[in-house]
């Protein structure tokens, strides 16, 4: 894993688009390059039932209904290597109609809050968030967004 440092947007920015990606009005505008981290990491990725071009590139035989939601909700797993399915050598296979989830996944969450994804065996994912360098990492926005998380915590 190459541990040369990243650099990114400022944090309003971030957090502007962001919020733009969580709200369905783009998708997260990550510079993941080669990285597919989070595509090996055994997580589940969620699928509404209204992401209907999404589910007409995925097999049916790799989804299962999600638990806890309504009917409809799936869930694509991962497999024996915590490898999503959808991976392949060079990418995703599905990426132009890739999941919701994947369309809003971006690792700068964790340098931003200071949250630790090795913490729940995610290493990683880990590895590429410290990567991460914000523009303003020392301006008043990050004073005001760690003094806010420890306020939380």
């Given amino acids: 894993m190459d541990d040369e440092p990243l650099d990114t947007t400022t944090l309003p920015a ?3 688009a962001m919020g733009a990606a969580l709200r369905g009005d783009a998708d997260a505008d990550v510079a993941c390059g080669t990285c597919t981290a989070c595509c090996r990491s055994r997580q589940f990725v969620h699928v509404a039932p209204d992401e209907t071009d999404t589910l007409a590139h995925l097999p049916t035989e790799l989804l299962v209904p999600a638990p806890g939601l309504p009917a409809g909700h799936r869930i ?3 497999d024996a290597d915590g490898r999503c399915p ?4 060079h990418g995703c296979t599905i990426y132009d109609h890739r999941p919701r989830t994947c369309r809003t996944y971006d ?3 964790f340098a931003a809050t200071g949250l630790d994804p ?3 065996g995610k290493p990683a994912i880990g590895d590429q968030a410290r990567r991460w360098r914000f523009a303003d ?3 008043d926005a990050h004073r005001a967004l760690a003094a806010e998380l420890a306020a939380a915590a």
């Fill in 118 to 120: 090795t913490a729940d």
């Fill in 86 to 89: 959808m991976l392949g050598a």
């Fill in 14 to 16: 971030w957090l502007d």
């Fill in 137 to 139: 990492a020392d301006s």
């Fill in 76 to 78: 694509l797993g991962y």
């Fill in 107 to 109: 690792c700068r969450v």
